[in-house]
């Protein structure tokens, strides 16, 4: 069995795949040939043959960011009747991005007609993708966006649908920064650097600091992940006692972040922010422990991408990148979208 979590939205009898976290385990599993279910709705339906099939490839599903995305494609798919076949693909930790070329890999072999992806890196899949798209698979980029450079010298070919994320991460700063005073000091902790929207949520973090007068005095990778930013706000905290602040480019690191802020007895004397506007962090905006986040949407974010494909593959010309809004969220709610 292979490493790669997976939804598909058939079901049939005596083909029953595990339920693993929400998601179903169903590597191996074959096109049926009875009857189908929708499994979100229970639905009895049988697939046109001709209904597209679409592999929607996020990244960690550990990561309720990626299990709203994983929603939002699962309602488009069930209210969408036979357009076409879904199939939701995730990764079990943030970092491992060969296990996201495998899936690419196993999409391919799968004979999608779309993979819409959110890159876990956004230079390592590109030669996957464009092995993908040489075999005939339309690619929309979604989320993070792959780095244009090594597309062209690949040739690949990919329509970005995603949020602006330097613009977003500088509305969480400049929420943080309306609390603090010129000259205060804080940190940033940020996503995997070899994904673009890591390094654009840093700079619009330093673009929020640096236009507020604020001192950034560490700036460090928790890789998206919980636990690391926890170490690393722990150690920032130590070495660091006068700081104000800890901007985090993801909702899973914020977390992480609180986490430590409490436990260092520092709960109110230092903010968080984070990005996403996951379940988990509602109970801490609500009572301050995470002063702002953003909220880009995920399950927008795969709708746009799966109806950019389903265009596509209908015959309209190729989009164009499209920008998705980003909503800046605090204790007083959203006081600041687009
Ligand atoms: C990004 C998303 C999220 C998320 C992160 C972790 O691509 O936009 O903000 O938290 O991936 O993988």
Known sequence: MRRTQEQRLEWWPGAVCAIVAGVLLVSGCSRPAGP???????ERRAPPADSPRVALVMKSLANEFFATMAEGAKGHQASSGDRYELIVNGMRNETDVSEQVTIIEQMVARKVAAIVIAPADSQAVVPALKRAADAGVLVVNIDNRLDPEICKATGLVAPFVGPDNRAGARKAGEAVARLLSAGDEVAIIEGIPSADNARQRALGLEDAAAAAGLVIVGRQSGQWEMEK?????????????SLKAILCANDSMALGAAAAVAAAGKGGKVLVSGFDNVPAVQPLLTDGRIAATVDQHGDRLAVEGIEAALGILAGAAAP???TTPVDLVTRDGAVDSR
């Not at 930013?229 to 006692?241: D, F, K, V, Y």
């Open 229 to 241: 930013a926890n170490g690393i706000t722990a150690a920032l905290l130590s070495e660091h006692p």
């Open 36 to 42: 189908v279910v929708d499994g979100s709705r229970g």
């Open 320 to 322: 164009l990148d499209r």
